[in-house]
């Protein structure tokens, strides 16, 4: 009962956190709520018993990619959004067809579904267990993240980098 | 005891906000925000169902694509501000070139 307490406060804050990312016109506005959201996440992920992925949610989603977001939203001094008519094939199939497809998608769920349940930590998600799946049975794809992560860091180094042939062109 | 389909309804509706926020929005970092939505409520599925069954293995896989998300959101905001730099603006409605 606890935790269907819990599942429910904090799964209505993520719905309304995400809502809120939609309906905000300020980037700076869609961002903080994106923070509402991975939080109650990380709240979500400790009821399942994963400390690890919520302790690396915060740390690392809401911490250091939503700090990279703002710095670039403040960086490029974004304003708030034009309303501009886009495309309307995304207004006019995109959006009922997302609408139809997620109320097919948890009717199913909640109807034709014999999952069973999953209760207050269910599952040891301890550092050490994770740690030795991951330098063991996962040792391979972690070496191949962490190529992956080097050459992010390079490409963004080379994007971001300001070249001269760009800065002539702005001077023309 | 909470049943593993409120945890899948919950990451299913996530995922849903994610692609409307895809859709209607006309700002290139909203966007990609949208992205990270869509991303968070996958990771939530994967551990619900790791919890179900059982098995770490969810738990690492949540690891993985939480380290290929900020490899992306890297690159990503790198090349708004490359785009940002050539156009001035963050609307995607005036980005139609590839080209800088």
Known sequence: ?172 | MVPLSYYLVLSGILFACGVTGFLIKRNIITIFMSIELMLNGVNLSFVAFAAHWQQLSGQVFVFFVMVVAAAEAAVGLAIIIAVFRTRETLNIDQVNLLKL
């Not at chain 1, 979500?44 to 939503?66: D, K, N, P, T, W």
């Not at chain 1, 799946?133 to 390079?154: N, Y």
């Not at chain 1, 080379?158 to 001077?171: C, G, I, N, Y």
């Open chain 1, 1 to 172: 009962m606890f935790h269907l307490v819990l599942f429910s406060v904090f799964g209505a804050i993520c719905v309304a956190g995400a809502v809120n990312l939609l309906v905000q016109r300020h980037p700076i506005n869609s961002a903080l709520s994106l923070v509402v959201v991975m939080g109650s996440l990380a709240v979500e992920f400790l009821l399942l018993g994963a400390e690890f992925v919520a302790a690396i949610q915060v740390i690392v989603y809401a911490g250091a990619v939503m700090v990279l977001f703002v710095f670039v939203i403040m960086l490029l001094n974004a304003g708030a959004e034009e309303r501009t008519r886009g495309s309307h094939v995304a207004y006019l199939l995109g959006i009922p067809g997302v609408v139809a497809g997620t109320i097919i998608v948890c009717w199913a769920l909640l109807t034709r579904s014999h999952a069973g349940s999953a209760s207050i930590g269910a599952l040891p998600g301890h550092p050490k267990e994770i740690a030795q799946l991951l330098f063991h049975q996962f040792l391979l794809p972690f070496e191949v993240t962490s190529i992956l992560v080097l050459i992010a860091i390079m490409g963004a180094v080379v994007l971001a980098a300001r070249t001269d042939s760009a800065q002539t062109r702005k001077e023309d």
